[in-house]
């Protein structure tokens, strides 16, 4: 049984490029959430996806957004990057019926944006 | 506004002494509570929860206390080891989709 896994590690943009960053869900988990971890900060939620609806958001802008693929998997997308996106973006899966003590990170994507 | 709050960066103890993290929260409506431990270039992994309906949750050597009149949480870690420094956040929730976060709290376990 694999973990959750996401791609690529780091990445570096620059202001104003668009930028999608991957998560593959630990097998058998149908439900994933983003958060975005700025420095010396706990994560904030973007948002969750459960069978390839969003079902819940945070207080992100719309050039945040994603998709959830019929394996599970997920994507965020961030558009016109700023340099305070700069992070670490975590993902989490869990199985919907499952608690939150069943739920697991990814390892994340580190962010840069010059 | 930052609804969860953990207010010490950091905390060292020596090794088989107790380890006292504080979290703070202003949401009342908040009722399921979690702590994650966060080792560096890897993810938050779960440690230990608790509900709004309890006041203590043991799981080894980890418990966690919540004072709901107080909107404070603390998670007790007994004998401290060297292996569990990590920067430990505190989560807290209403709806079961939305998870707020704490800043964490980075603990150093001396030898």
């Known amino acids: 049984e694999t973990g959750v896994t996401q791609s690529p590690t780091h990445l570096i943009k620059t202001r104003g490029q668009q930028v999608t960053l991957r998560c593959s869900s630990q097998s058998g988990h149908n439900t994933v959430s983003w958060y975005q971890q700025a420095l010396g900060q706990g994560p904030q939620f973007i948002f969750q996806y459960y069978r390839e609806e969003e079902n819940g958001r945070g207080n992100f802008p719309p050039r945040f957004s994603g998709l959830q693929f019929p394996n599970y998997s997920s994507e965020l997308n961030v558009n016109a990057l700023e340099l305070d996106d700069s992070a670490l973006y975590l993902c989490?899966?869990?199985?919907?019926?499952?608690?939150?003590?069943?739920?697991?990170f990814g390892p994340g994507t580190r962010l840069t944006v010059l | 506004d930052q609804q969860v709050k953990q207010n010490s960066p950091s905390l060292s103890v020596q090794e088989g002494r107790i380890s006292i993290l504080n979290c703070d929260y202003t949401n009342s409506m908040f009722d399921y509570f979690l702590w994650y431990k966060k080792y560096p270039a890897e993810g938050p992994t779960f440690l230990i929860s608790?509900?709004?309906?309890?006041d203590k949750n043991e799981d080894g050597r980890f418990t966690v206390f919540l004072n709901k009149s107080a909107k404070h949480l603390s998670l007790h870690i007994v004998p401290s080891q060297p292996g569990d420094s990590a920067v430990y956040f505190c989560a807290a929730s209403n709806t079961g989709n939305q998870f707020y976060f704490g800043t964490g709290t980075s603990l150093t376990v001396i030898p």
């Open positions: 989490a899966s869990r199985d919907k019926r499952g608690g939150y003590n069943e739920q697991f």
């Open positions: 608790i509900s709004s309906i309890k």
